[in-house]
Each structure stands twice: as C-alpha cells, then as structure tokens.
C-alpha cells in the first residue's frame, strides 16, 4: 500500500512496533521508532523495485553493474522519505506520536561502508542512476565494522569499532536463496573431457556470499535500484565433534575465518595476514558479483555470447580489478569458451574509473600472495599479461616502455596496468586528473589505445547536498527559480545569476548562512562541548587526512595567525574560526601526527587571552557523512589546498559550493572546473601550478634555503617544532618539511613553496568578507554555477559514452 496521508503513516508505524518489537509508540525506545520507519519505508520501496525488476527483464534492457570497495552511504531514512515524497508526512507522523522528528534522524547511524570522497561519489552515483532511470546494482561487502568511530583522547586519535548494523539492517533484505560459492587457495588440475580441456580447482576452502539488498528510491520517479552488499559465512556446518571434545574454540574456527572477510573495511596491511586479507575481500565480493551477473544473465539469454551488449560492468578504482580474470575463469572454465572469445566479450564489457595520480597509491599485489590464495586466476592473469606483452612490443620495440607497460614485473600483479588492458574505457574524474593520466600516470597506454581514454568529472547529489540538508537555501532556491524543478534539473540553479545585484536576495542569503552557523553552533556545543561563534569566519577543511591534502599548510598558516595576534591584537579584521574535520588511516603515523598537532594548537590558542573573540581553531570528532550534512550549510570557507596536480578531483569542494562557501584553493582537480565557471572573481586562487610543481622538482627543489631566507616561514616552523606548551613537539614534521623522511624527499608537497602564496590569498579572502554585498554576491554565483558538478550530468556522461545505456 502507498501512503499518501499522515494518518496511514502513523498507522504503518504503530503497526511496525507492534509487530516487530511488541510495543505501542508510547511504550517504544527512539531506536526501536527509528527500525519502525525503515521498516515502513523499505516496505514501500521494495514494492517499486519489484515493479522495476519486472519491468527491466520484460523489456530486456541493458544493465549497468557498478562495483566499489566503498558505498559510503550515511544515513538512509530522512533521503529515503525526501526523495519518495513523504517526509514532511513522515516528520508530522512521528510528532502525533509523541517523537520529536530531528531525534528520531539523528538516531539511525551512519551505513560508513567506505573512508572518504570514493564511497562517497558511489553512493552518489548509484542515487542518481537511479533517478535518471537507469537499471543498475551497486555491489560491495556487508562490513560488520564499517570505517571506524573516532575519538580524540589526549589530543590523539584512537579507533574504535563502529557497529552499523545494529539499527542499519533494518535496510538490508537478506537473500540467502541467491548466495554465491567463493573459492579460495587449492590446487589446479587440467582434465581431458569430450575432447575439451576442463580445468578444475580442487581441495579449496569455501566460503559462503550471501547477498543483503539495500534497496535505492530515486526522486521524483517510481523506478528503484538496489545496493548489493555481500556477506561472508562458512560454506560448510559446525564440527560438533570438537564440542564433544571441549574444542570449543576449534568448532566455531572455520566461521570465523570465513566471517573475518566481511568483518572490517580495510584491515590494516602493514602486516602478511592484512594484506592476504584484503586480497581475499576483494576477490570475494568480485567474485560474488560477477557469479551472480553471469547466472542471472543466463536466465534470461540463455546464452553469453551476447552479455556485453546487456552488461556494462564499471569499476571503482582498482580494487574490483579481478573482474577480469574472473570473467575469463567464468567464461572459459565454466561455460567452455575460447581464450580469444572470452577476452573479446570481456574487453568489451568493463571500464575503470581511476581515482588517483601516485603511483604508490595503485595497487599492487606480491605474486606469491596471489599464487596461493587465488591459482587459477593467477593462471589467467600470466596468460593475460604474456599476451599484453606481446602486444607492447610489436607496438613499441622498447623494452623500458614494455616494463612500464607490464601487468607483471618483479614479482608484482599492477591492478592498474590490468583494468586499462582488459578495459573498454578508462576515465579520470576532473578534466586535469584526465589530462595528467593520458600523458604521464597511463601515457604509453594512451598512445596505444587513445580511445578508451575518457573524462567524466565528478559529480554530488544535489538533492542530499543542497535541498535536503539546508531548508533555508532550498527555500530561497525554490522562490528565485520557480519552483523545486532544480532537484531534477541542476542548470536552473544558473538562474540564481540574475539576482546578483538583487540586494534583498543577497541579505537573504547571508541570514540564511547565518542561521545555518547558529544551528552548527547548537549541534557541535551538544555534540562535543566545544563552544564556536556564529559571527566569526568558519573556515572549514573536512577531508580525509594524508599529506598531499595539505592540512599542515593550513595549521601553518594558523600558527602564523597566532604569531602575528602577539604582535599586534589588531591584525584579524574578524573573528576566525578554522575547523578540521579528518580521519587517519590506522596505520598512517604521519597522518595521526599531524591530528595531534592540530589539537595542541586548538588548545594552546584556547588558553591563550590574546586569542579570545579573534581566533579559534576546533577538530570535529568522528567526521562522517551525517556531521558534514550539518557542517556544509555553515561553511563559509572552504579549503581545498592539495598539492597541484595531486588530487584527481575532490567531491567536498562541490558540496561546500553548492552551500555558498568561497575557496581558497590551488588550481587542483575538479577546483579547475570550478575556476573555469567561477573565474578569478569568484574565488582565492593560489600556489603552483601542476606543471610548475612538476619543473621545480625537476629542476632541484630546496626547501631548507627558502627556510633560511624567509623569516616568516622560519618562524613558523620553528614554532611547530617547539610544540605549543603541552610537553609535546613536532620534530618529526619540522624535520620531514625540511629533511625528508621515510623516503620522501624534503617538503614532498610543496607546503613551503606554496606558503606565502596561502598567505596572500588567506589575506584577500579576510578582506573581502569586510564587503558584506561583495561576499554575498559571490556565495551567491557559486550556488548558481555549482549545477555543473551535479552527479546527474556525470551519470549521464557515462551512461552516453562509456555504457551505452538509455535514461531519463
């Protein structure tokens, strides 16, 4: 039954309680009303995913199949109702029955199935696949333990574990009839059969896929999609014998280890065992997937011969590389194709999506690790990579570009070489990011085969990022361009230009923001006491923390702040308040310094009287997708300072623009795209540029002497060094800036070099803010020009030229 009333949600609501835990709505916990409405929810959505199904193998349409490690999803309930329709139905439901909505939402936790801007971009993508009408299935891991919660204790972060689904499955229907058998380690045999060879794996553990649907509403459209996370169990029962014998831990052995590979997102492989682990989750979930794509494609068909004309299979970045040799295995061992005919169908069948520019960044696999966990596809991946081989040289003649050009050299498997070999298309996600992949990171590929070689810029979900978490702008939207059409149709947000001299508009505008910083305030005193000031500057970095993201660059500029108050209490025009919002991978120590640092410094700045009213610097705890729904409409800043040339493209950039927040920002990833339709004007441009960043290194980059002979710089670094009055100091960094370390060389990404630069346009950007009409006007231009960064044009740029597929 669709609901189309408060009273029949109330009354699907009381229902759910009473059914599913016993209980009246007077009686019910906000975690149990919380189930409750997913429940409902999902019920509603399920019916319009069967109508889907139905309707795509009916009229038999092409099927996209997108795979990521990562779907960082967030929360689920307030952007299921909003995009159904029913949220404002949904919220007076809940207050008849006596629960306060905003609790009710805040409640549910985050689904972090992923770390940062990757997980992120996929769960966008699969919204907006879904909108445009797409029919597609995202795949992952059902993780246990999504990435983990963080606490600062001591001015140090610690891990904690960050159990999702304890409230989460109440979105997940479980699909245990259509469950997959993974194999793992074994031995290959070769048989003569009816004349065939047949190859077999023998003595192989098994492992259990079981397939748990998180089912995806689209806006303003009947037309669902599912997200299909996979599970991981033992294939085989629990050896009672052990029991009989007081093995209690041996009998439950084999579960855990199968369970182990969909316990945790990215254990940490510093180590042998996380590294075999990791091996074994990405080829568990591939291996799933492309299983359950193959089987239902056959249902249909009835035969393969025709599967990349009704499959497009993305992957999202490197670690679904194996769908490669998997579709071989499938193909040839399974279903009797030739060599020649399988490689034609699955080249023809899967594009990759790169992420990154650092060749430390693209995975690599030590062969003896696949060797024994996974044969036969190490098998396949030698007969892919001798024959790519052959090809290099009869193109080339070279064998320095041959050895660039390998999928296998010096004991190592290159995912990355592997997906652009077996791929029909290769992408980068900003115009810069693609530039640099085709003529340096994949240039002799690119030479090769120009044509796979695409761009499709990175996009958001306007309708989360903008009409769902800030009311205020939405309804300021709404009136200027007629209407809430802009959820469906990004371009009309560009006619929020023609306002830009409207002064009731851009006083509207700046009262919005206002209350928007008001409203963070309240939420972050409540959330971890920290008190902030609506009327000084939020400036914002919200990212995941690694080095070439640059966070010491703006801790350094703070420091210099903090210097310069000393000296004169004056020099801030208006109160600054700088937060961080960041999470370090577990096992990156440089990372987790440079949290620490910034704790010292918040703290030292917190006590220090000089810096009351004028400067303020907070690190947000536990940043995730549900805390930057309530940071991004309070931005005013945002800071986007990666090292040119470094980050492929960012997402929080488009997030913190749709919002209205002005950049600082190097002309880096997707923040070129951004220049191109904001222009100098519009935003606070600084630093090297790629190609001058890549000369000065070529050409003999010295930190130490820049050091020597800028006092400013000197100043600030000594100063980090020393620490900041809490018994710590920060020679590590002082030292890695100025030395190098850990086999970087010194100032790897360019802080120093780019420093004053910062300070300059740190320095416009106080001076602007000082022109309340100025400011408001350029909020105003980014919002009308941030419809290019909508995930709907990136969705439908794949979907025209690398799958090939019909949408809305």
Same mark, same amino acid.
């Not at 492309?290 to 494609?297: A, E, G, L």
């Not at 995941?544 to 966070?551: A, F, I, N, S």
């Not at 470094?646 to 927040?661: C, L, R, V, Y």
């Given at each position: ?87 404002? %139905? ?220 009704? &499959? ?8 679904? %590389? ?247 209490? &004056? ?238």
């Amino acid at each position: 039954m669709t609901i189309s009333s408060t009273v029949e949600m109330e009354r699907a609501l009381v229902d759910k309680l009473m059914i599913h835990f016993g209980k009246t709505a007077e009686e019910a916990s906000d975690s149990e009303m919380v189930k409750a409405c997913a429940l409902v929810i999902r019920d509603q959505m399920a019916v319009r995913e069967v109508e889907t199904r139905k309707k795509t193998l009916k009229d038999k349409k092409k099927q996209v199949h997108y795979l990521s490690l990562e779907f960082l999803m967030g929360r689920s309930l307030m952007k299921n109702a909003f995009n159904l329709g029913i949220l404002d %139905t949904l919220k007076d439901a809940l207050r008849n029955l006596g629960f306060n909505a905003s609790d009710i939402f805040e409640t549910e936790p985050d689904a972090a199935l992923g770390n940062g801007g990757l997980g992120r971009l996929a769960a966008c993508y699969l919204e907006s696949m879904t909108t445009l009408e797409i029919p597609a299935t995202g795949y992952s891991i059902c993780y246990e333990l999504g990435i983990f919660k963080q606490k600062i204790i001591d001015g140090q972060q610690v891990e904690l574990p960050d159990n999702w689904r304890s409230i989460g499955d109440a979105w997940l229907l479980p699909k245990p009839e259509e469950s997959e058998e993974i194999l793992f380690g074994g031995e290959v045999h070769e048989y003569w059969e009816n004349g065939k060879n047949r190859v077999v794996l023998e003595n192989a553990t098994k492992v259990t896929a079981v397939p748990c649907d998180m089912i995806i509403a689209g806006y303003n459209t009947r037309h669902s999609n599912v997200l299909r996370l996979w599970d991981a169990k033992s294939s085989n029962p629990v050896d009672m014998s052990f029991y009989s014998r007081g093995e209690y831990v041996k009998a439950v052995e084999e579960q855990a280890m199968a369970e182990s590979i969909a316990k945790v997102l990215y254990p940490e492989d510093k180590h042998s065992e996380g590294k075999s682990l990791r091996l074994k989750q990405q080829y568990f979930f591939v291996s799933a997937t492309i299983q359950s794509i193959v089987r239902k494609h056959l249902a249909v068909y009835g035969t393969l011969d025709n599967f990349h004309e009704k &499959n497009a299979i993305q992957i999202n970045d490197t670690h679904p %590389t194996l769908v490669i040799p998997e579709l071989m295995r499938l193909f040839m061992d399974e279903h009797g194709m030739s060599w020649d005919k399988a490689w034609s169908i699955t080249t023809k069948s899967v594009a990759y999506t790169n992420h990154t520019v650092m060749w430390e960044a693209l995975e690599r696999w030590p062969q003896g690790l696949i060797t024994r966990r996974l044969p036969r596809i190490w098998q396949i991946i030698v007969e892919i990579a001798k024959r790519w081989q052959r090809q290099c040289e009869e193109f080339y003649h070279d064998d320095s570009k041959v050895k660039e050009l390998a999928i296998i050299w010096d004991g190592e498997v290159r995912m990355a070489n592997l997906c652009v070999a077996g791929g029909m298309a290769v992408n980068g996600v900003s115009a810069l990011h693609s530039d640099i992949l085709k003529n340096d990171v994949f240039k002799y590929f690119y030479q090769m085969t120009p044509e796979k070689f695409q761009n499709v810029t990175n996009g958001i979900d306007h309708r989360r990022w903008l009409g769902e978490i800030n009311p205020g702008l939405d309804k300021l939207v709404r009136e200027r361009t007629g209407g809430g059409n802009y959820l469906s149709v990004p371009s009309e947000l560009r006619k929020l230009d023609k306002y830009a001299d409207d002064k009731e508009v851009l006083d509207r505008l700046e009262k919005v923001k206002l209350e928007n910083k008001k409203s963070f305030a309240d939420y972050i005193f409540k959330e971890q006491g920290v008190v902030l000031d609506p009327n000084s500057i939020f400036d914002v970095q919200a990212k995941r923390l690694h080095e070439y993201k640059r966070q010491l660059l703006n801790v350094m500029h703070i420091v210099y702040l903090y210097q310069s108050l000393h000296e004169d209490p &004056n020099v801030i025009s208006t109160p600054q308040t700088f937060l961080f919002g960041a999470k370090a991978a577990p096992g990156y120590d440089v990372a987790k310094r440079i949290i620490r640092l910034i704790n010292s410094l918040a703290a030292a700045i917190d006590k220090d009287p000089v810096c009351k009213d004028r400067l303020k610097v907070a690190f947000l705890e536990n940043y995730r997708v549900s805390l930057a729904e309530h940071l991004m409409p309070a931005a005013e800043v945002s800071e986007q300072i990666s090292t040119a040339g470094k980050e492929a493209s960012g997402t929080g950039n488009m997030k913190f623009m749709i919002n209205g927040a002005l950049t600082i920002g190097t002309l880096d990833g997707a923040n070129v795209e951004m220049h191109e339709v904001l222009g100098d004007e519009n935003m606070f441009l600084f630093g090297l540029h790629a190609d001058e960043v890549v000369s000065l290194k070529r050409e003999g980059y010295n930190p130490q002497r820049i050091y020597s002979q800028d006092e400013r710089i000197r100043r600030v670094l000594d100063r980090i060094r020393d620490g900041f009055g809490d018994g710590e100091r920060y020679e590590d960094l002082y030292n890695r800036l100025l030395m190098g370390a850990g086999g970087s060389s010194a100032d790897d990404f360019m802080l120093i070099a780019d420093f004053n630069s910062y300070l300059d346009a740190q320095h416009r950007m106080q001076e602007t803010y000082l022109d309340r009409e100025l400011w408001n006007r350029m909020s105003l231009h980014n919002i009308a020009r941030a419809d290019i960064f909508a995930a709907d044009r990136a969705i439908a740029q794949y979907a025209d030229n690398i799958w090939h597929v019909n949408h809305k």
